[in-house]
């Protein structure tokens, strides 16, 4: 039953380090092909999972705290007429902190959005330069007290761990953060990705990597920091105050069903995997041509399945249910996680048990990449 909708916006501004797509804004964009193209692609999506209704709307991109708020409403309407939503429905929309955008957020809230994420990132201007960011620290935190004006729920993140953050430095910068009265925390460590610029600059000798020692203490700073601000971990990345906690990712989290519309989103519908087409121009061909912008939809097995609800519940604090899990995809409870392997990381404290349930405990989720590919059964990671 697909509780969440996901949209996706390609395009920006202007170039940016981090578009996935090579389609910045040039010559404006037509507004009124886009908005029939979507709403084709969710017609579609309403065909086939039609039960509702809707719990999350997550507008991503992109840049899309750039898309006209008239488009944006257009959008929301159209899944309350497909769909229905629930009373208590969030609708959230992601935003670079620069001033064009915050610019919008009132129209944006007049149309519906009532939760904003804002890319901030670092509270330090050298820091944004190193992150390729095109804004600087005043300007985000001047988005954020514009974001905070005009909805009720609003989350920012922030990336840690950078090359010379000591253990005293990042302790205030988190503090600082924590002072702006957000409910709601995405706090990544940075990591070094195959194929990026920063692998690059590691492998010419020009970035030095933070020690792991360091990082893992950064880590514990952060949730215990945060904890104490009455923002504890739900997610290993993500911090909230009770009920302020993000929907939206909660759906993925939970490896429940999920509609992916707009270019290169991604989407679950009742063990079948969609994937849209990537490229803008192709993606409006898809739809004129076949009424949807998918590129692939493929069944997945119960094995993949499991495997996937296995490596995106365990990111949870309140873990998975195994039991519940083996119902779910018809497979034995002892085939979705190494039994031996189980007792193990708990004697060392890096998991817990209570009955059919497990999770990752606070200083197993500093390492979680290491304990999961231990946990999950081999035969799940090779189906």
Not at 63 to 74: C, E, F, Y
Not at 238 to 248: F, K, P
């Amino acid at each position: 039953m697909a509780r969440a909708l996901y949209i996706h916006w390609p395009f920006c501004a202007r170039k940016c380090p981090y578009c996935d797509f090579n389609s910045h804004v040039r010559g404006g964009v037509d507004v009124a092909a886009w908005q029939a193209a979507l709403i084709a692609d969710m017609r579609f999506e309403a065909q086939l999972a039609a039960t509702g209704p809707l719990t999350s709307i997550f507008f991503g991109g992109g840049t899309p705290s750039l898309m006209p708020p008239d488009l944006v409403a257009a959008l929301i309407a159209e899944a309350e007429q497909l769909w229905g939503l629930d009373r208590k429905i969030e609708i959230t929309l992601e935003a670079n902190p620069s001033s064009v955008e915050a610019g919008r957020f009132a129209d944006l809230a007049v149309a519906g959005v009532n939760r904003i994420s804002l890319g901030v990132q670092a509270l330090d201007d050298g820091e944004l330069a190193f992150l390729g960011r095109l804004h600087g620290a005043d300007e985000a935190l001047r988005a954020l007290e514009t974001a905070q004006a005009h909805f009720g729920r609003v989350s920012f993140d922030l990336i840690y761990a950078l090359p010379g953050h000591t253990p005293a430095l990042w302790e205030q910068q988190l503090k600082r953060a924590l002072g702006f009265g957000t409910a709601h925390l995405s706090l990544y460590q940075l990591t070094i990705e195959p194929g990026t610029r920063f692998a690059a600059e590691v492998r010419r000798g020009r970035l030095r990597p933070l020690d792991d020692d360091v990082a893992a203490e950064l880590f514990g700073i952060t949730q215990d920091l945060c904890a104490a601000a009455g923002l504890p971990a739900y997610e290993i990345s993500n911090h909230a105050r009770a009920g302020q906690e993000s929907r939206h990712n909660l759906t993925y989290w939970r490896y429940q069903d999920y509609v992916g519309i707009g270019p290169g989103a991604h989407g679950r519908r009742g063990g079948v995997a969609t994937v849209r087409h990537k490229k803008p121009e192709s993606f409006l061909k898809a739809v004129a041509a076949q009424g949807h912008g998918i590129a692939e939809a493929r069944a997945l097995s119960a094995e993949e399945q499991a495997a996937e609800a296995l490596l995106m519940g365990l990111r949870l604090v309140e873990g998975v249910d195994l039991a519940a899990l083996a119902a779910r995809f018809g497979l034995p409870p002892e085939a979705l996680v190494d039994a031996g392997a189980l007792a193990r990381l708990a004697r060392l404290g890096l998991v817990w048990r209570a009955g059919a349930r497990i999770g990752v405990e606070p200083q197993g989720r500093s390492v979680l990449d290491a304990v999961l590919a231990e946990l999950v059964a081999d035969e799940l990671v090779a189906a």
